[in-house]
C-alpha cells in the first residue's frame, strides 16, 4: 500500500448470500484528506502501541488481506544522507534478506511475508536511531482486515457467513515520521442506538487517530439485502 487509498472490499463469508444486520455505521474520511488521519501520537513508537491496543481491543479475524506488506529502505541523494541511505539498505538486509532495487527512486524494496510484519514494524520505527532526513529512510506501508468484533457471529467463519470487513491501512515512515491511518470501519449498531453511543465512546477513547463527525455515516440494508447505501445521520 503506497500514499494512494485503500480499496474498500467485503469479506468473502456469506450467510445465505445476504447481510444480515439492517442498519451499521460506518466511518471513512474522504480523498480530500487522504482517506486517512495522522496518528494522534507524533512519535511514531507511542502511535504504533496505541494501535495495537486499539487492534486487540476491538478487531477479530485480523488478516491483510490481497494487499502486500511493502517497504522500503533509500531514498534520493538531496532528501536522504548517502550514509544513511547505505545504513538504512543494509539493516533491512539483515533482517529481510536482499530486497529489489529501484534505481529510479534510489531505493531498495521488500514484499514482506505476514509472519515477519512486526520485524517490519522495527525496521520503520527505528528510523529514530538516525539524523531526521526530508524523507524517511525506511517506510512501510500494509492494511489490516478485519471485522469489528461484535459483528463476528461466528468464531469460525465459513462461506455460510457474510459480514462487511473493516480496514485499517498504516503507512510508517512519512516525510515528517509521524504514522498516517486509513479507517474504513464498519460498526455494528444503529447510528442513533444507546449500544452505539456507547461503543463509540469506548472506541474513542483508545483510537490511536482522532474520529472525526463528519465522516461517519450510517449504513442502511439495502431491498435485496446484499448492500449498504450511506445516509448522512
Known amino acids: 500500500m503506497s500514499t494512494s487509498h485503500t480499496t474498500i472490499t467485503i ?13 451499521l455505521v460506518y466511518y471513512s474520511p474522504p480523498k480530500s484528506v487522504g482517506y486517512g488521519h495522522q496518528a494522534r501520537r507524533k ?21 491483510f488481506g490481497q494487499n502486500p506488506i511493502r ?36 531505493k531498495t524494496k521488500w514484499i514482506v511475508p505476514p509472519e515477519n510484519i512486526l520485524t517490519a514494524v522495527d525496521l ?9 532526513q526530508k524523507e524517511s529512510p525506511i517506510q512501510l506501508h500494509f492494511a489490516y ?7 463476528d457471529i461466528s468464531p469460525q467463519p465459513t462461506q455460510s457467513n457474510r459480514l462487511p470487513v473493516s480496514i485499517l491501512g498504516i503507512d510508517i515512515g512519512r516525510p515528517n515520521l509521524r504514522m498516517f491511518q486509513r479507517p474504513h470501519i464498519y460498526i455494528p449498531y444503529a447510528w442513533d442506538s444507546a449500544e452505539f453511543k456507547q461503543y463509540r465512546s469506548a472506541m474513542e477513547a483508545i483510537s490511536p487517530f482522532r474520529f472525526r463527525e463528519q465522516y461517519y455515516r450510517r449504513a442502511i440494508l439495502t431491498k435485496n439485502r446484499n448492500n449498504y447505501r450511506m445516509l448522512k445521520p
Open 43 to 63: 512519535d511514531p513508537r507511542k502511535a504504533w502501541s496505541e494501535t495495537t491496543a486499539f487492534m486487540d481491543s476491538f478487531a477479530l479475524g485480523t488478516s
Open 11 to 23: 469479506a468473502p463469508h456469506r450467510m445465505s448470500g445476504m447481510y444480515t444486520l439492517d442498519q
Open 145 to 151: 482486515y478485519f471485522r469489528m468484533r461484535e459483528l
Open 71 to 106: 517497504l522500503s529502505a533509500g531514498g534520493q541523494p538531496n532528501r536522504v544522507m548517502p550514509d544513511v541511505k547505505i545504513a538504512a539498505v543494509e539493516r533491512c538486509i539483515e533482517k529481510l534478506g536482499p530486497g529489489e532495487t529501484s534505481v529510479t527512486e534510489s
Open 124 to 132: 520503520a520505527l527505528s528510523c529514530d536511531t538516525w539524523d531526521k
